[in-house]
């Protein structure tokens, strides 16, 4: 067998489709899946990049953003980059439930991905969640929460939440609030305790009506207690959020 024959033979095997280093099958017969699956892009785009993703291969691809943490490369499903949300105006983030379902916002900027997108891209493969912000008694401490397993289901359980297995440098208590809750907006409230009214935007709310949610990460900046950008961190009770940014990575890939 000459040398042509096994290059031809053995390339494929090892990078897989569109010459993508991968060990994991479903990166190689489907290379757009998420941005796990753009490692390549990394020795040109160290910091992060853009790239057209496709978790379902019958539906449509789309843009979105691909972010290195830790060494790894996370999918942006959801950003908050300052307070100068002129670009949103006016509902900012309080917006109806189709809104929430198919995104709206700038990949670029200030973002919500869409419920119809993360699901599919949640459902491709296990994916892992983490969410990252800087308060805003410390604008440069970054903290995090980090779950080994987050999941979206499709729109006839109202995009309803799996969410466990929590690590981090702050306190979250997400996985209690929200593990098992459809999602709900102001226009479609499918907790039943009036809390997209009350916290101003989209969310998995808790059925609690007291609390409703300990993060809050699609609310108004700058506000009262009520309806604000902010999370829980444990010791500290909800803390305001300048910024903040919630990404989604295949489970296993993190093993790697």
């Not at 200030?110 to 994916?127: E, R």
């Not at 779950?147 to 995009?159: L, M, N």
Request: glycine share 8%.
């Amino acid at each position: 067998m000459n040398l042509l024959l096994l290059i031809a033979i053995f390339v494929p095997l090892v990078l897989g489709q569109n010459n993508i280093c991968t060990t994991e099958n479903s990166c190689a017969t489907n290379p757009k899946r998420d941005c796990s699956c753009f490692e390549y892009m990394l020795a040109t785009h160290p910091f992060g990049f853009h790239a057209n993703v496709q978790p379902d291969p019958s539906e449509p691809e789309f843009e979105v953003q691909c972010s290195k943490l830790d060494g790894k490369l996370w999918t942006v499903i959801q950003e908050r980059l300052n307070s100068n949300e002129a670009e949103l105006a006016p509902d900012g983030f309080d917006r109806n439930y189709n809104e929430y379902e198919d995104g709206f916002g700038n990949i670029t900027g200030n973002y919500w991905m869409g419920l119809k997108k993360i699901h599919a891209l949640t459902t491709a493969v296990d994916m892992s969640m983490r969410l990252e912000m800087h308060r805003e008694n410390d604008n440069v401490t970054l903290v995090y929460g980090q779950y080994d397993v987050f999941r979206v289901s499709g729109p006839s359980t109202k995009y309803r939440l799996v969410i466990a297995g929590y690590t981090g440098t702050a306190a979250m208590t997400i996985e209690s609030d929200s593990n098992g809750r459809p999602f709900s907006a102001k226009d479609q409230d499918n907790g039943g305790e009036d809390c997209p009214a009350r916290w101003k935007g989209g969310w998995w709310y808790a059925q609690n009506e007291i609390s409703c949610a300990t993060c809050t990460p699609n609310g108004p900046y700058n506000t009262d207690k009520l309806g604000q950008l902010a999370c829980d961190t444990g010791g500290f009770g909800r803390e305001k959020a300048v910024s903040m940014q919630i990404h989604i990575t295949p489970e296993d890939y993190l093993k790697n």
